[in-house]
């Protein structure tokens, strides 16, 4: 038995892992695979200026608490599974870091921010998937919905 709206978490979870995946997923092929490459090169345009996803500090009473870095963070998170790679060396250390970052390089913060604005990219793109496809503004349905409340 598929609970009501298990689909809809399953698809909204992928397609923060796997930017466009929705899209994709409900018919747009072309349209998820464009999003995809677009996220993902801006992504990687920002590692190669050796941005990255770092962990803020989130103790209010730490010198080191700022909200811009936990706002910075939240946007940077929604790469999915881009930015969780990019957090290997932040939590197990640099020796495993796959999209090494140097924060003393000079164009480092330019890649930080390419890295944010495709998390951006990404969370106008999972909420416009949920509207789309599974809110109130639904543009076509998938057959199997159609199908199950027929019945």
Same mark, same amino acid.
């Given at each position: 038995?598929?609970?009501?709206?298990?689909?809809?978490?399953? $698809?909204?979870?992928?397609?923060?892992?796997?930017?466009?995946?929705?899209?994709?997923?409900?018919?747009?092929?072309?349209?998820? $695979?464009?999003?995809?490459?677009?996220?993902?090169?801006? *992504?990687?345009?920002? /590692?190669?200026?050796?941005?990255? $996803? @770092?962990?803020?500090? *989130?103790?209010? +009473? %730490?010198?080191?608490?700022?909200?811009?870095?936990?706002?910075?963070?939240?946007?940077?998170?929604?790469?999915?599974?881009?930015?969780?790679?990019?957090?290997?060396?932040? $939590?197990?250390?640099?020796?495993?870091?796959?999209?090494?970052?140097?924060?003393?390089? /000079?164009?480092?913060?330019?890649?930080? *921010?390419?890295?944010?604005? +495709?998390?951006?990219?990404?969370? @106008?793109?999972?909420?416009?998937?949920?509207? %789309? @496809?599974?809110?109130?503004?639904?543009?076509?349905?998938?057959?199997?919905?159609?199908?199950?409340?027929?019945?």
């Amino acid at each position: 038995m598929i609970i009501p709206g298990q689909r809809v978490w399953r $698809v909204l979870f992928l397609s923060w892992l796997i930017p466009g995946y929705g899209y994709y997923v409900n018919g747009l092929r072309r349209r998820g $695979v464009v999003v995809f490459l677009a996220i993902q090169l801006t *992504f990687l345009l920002g /590692c190669a200026l050796r941005g990255g $996803v @770092f962990l803020p500090e *989130f103790r209010w +009473s %730490h010198e080191g608490f700022n909200i811009v870095s936990l706002l910075t963070f939240l946007t940077q998170i929604f790469n999915g599974g881009a930015a969780l790679i990019s957090l290997i060396p932040e $939590v197990i250390g640099g020796r495993w870091a796959v999209l090494p970052y140097d924060e003393s390089y /000079c164009w480092a913060d330019l890649g930080s *921010f390419y890295i944010l604005v +495709s998390g951006g990219l990404n969370y @106008f793109v999972l909420t416009s998937t949920y509207d %789309h @496809f599974y809110g109130k503004k639904r543009i076509n349905r998938p057959q199997e919905e159609q199908g199950e409340e027929q019945s």
